[in-house]
């Protein structure tokens, strides 16, 4: 079955410092994949998304992500976090098909620290 | 205008009781969901409507009933609610490749 796996559960940083998030998903043919943001309280963002070309993604506030097909990655980074970044991630898929739907993984908490 | 609109926000209720959610769209997506957030903040689909008709039932226990009266609106009903329906429900649309999610419904149940 299709799944989405992101290792680090929690992450505390300090302001400034570089963000990795990881992503690993499991499907051996064509995937759409995503990451979105959900601040406290709130729906979730789309923060960027990768479907074909270029595996650097660019996205919102700062945001990038790096997908590599031979690791089924795709790993979220940005190179100076901010407080405000302070959220709940999540990765995401899509395989298309009759069922479209999008398979999320866990979620990282990410703790930004002033 | 809120592109995918819920209602309540939050609900209250006791073990026993049946309750239900409204999610409303005004992108003209053909396609809608709910989507299940446990305590451990773990994102689970449950239902998906296209264009009315139910396409995806993800073993979500009976007491859930969903209903599309039309392809803009999808509702939840949850029957004989228990201590592990507590979560947040969210609502979402798609066309294609694009999702827009709702503000969540936060259901306790005491």
């Known amino acids: 079955a299709q799944s989405v796996s992101q290792h680090n559960h929690h992450v505390i940083l300090s302001e400034a410092a570089s963000l990795e998030l990881g992503c690993n998903y499991s499907?051996?043919?064509?995937?759409?994949l995503f990451w979105y943001v959900q601040y406290p309280g709130q729906h979730l963002q789309l923060l960027l998304k990768?479907?074909?070309?270029?595996?650097l993604v660019k996205g919102i506030k700062g945001f990038e992500a790096e997908f590599i097909k031979s690791k089924f990655s795709f790993n979220l980074r940005k190179p100076s976090v901010q407080w405000s970044d302070t959220a709940e991630y999540f990765c995401?898929?899509?395989?298309?098909?009759?069922?479209?739907?999008?398979?999320f993984g866990t979620g990282t908490l990410l703790a930004v620290q002033p | 205008d809120t592109a995918v609109s819920q209602t309540p926000k939050y609900l209250v209720t006791q073990m026993g009781n049946d309750k239900s959610i409204k999610c409303e769209q005004n992108?003209?997506?053909?396609?809608m969901y709910w989507y299940k957030q446990d305590s451990k903040k773990f994102l689970k689909i449950m239902f998906s409507?296209?264009?009315?008709?139910?396409?995806i039932n993800e073993t979500v226990p009976n007491r859930f009933s969903p209903k599309s009266p039309d392809k803009a609106h999808l509702n939840l009903h949850i029957n004989s609610l228990e201590l592990g329906d507590s979560a947040v429900y969210f609502c979402?649309?798609?066309?294609?490749?694009?999702?827009?999610f709702g503000d969540g419904t936060r259901l306790s149940i005491l």
């Open positions: 979402a649309s798609s066309q294609g490749q694009t999702w827009h």
């Open positions: 499907y051996g043919g064509t995937v759409n």
């Open positions: 990768y479907f074909s070309g270029d595996p």
């Open positions: 995401a898929l899509n395989y298309g098909g009759a069922t479209n739907k999008l398979i």
């Open positions: 992108l003209g997506h053909d396609t």
């Open positions: 409507y296209n264009n009315k008709e139910l396409i």
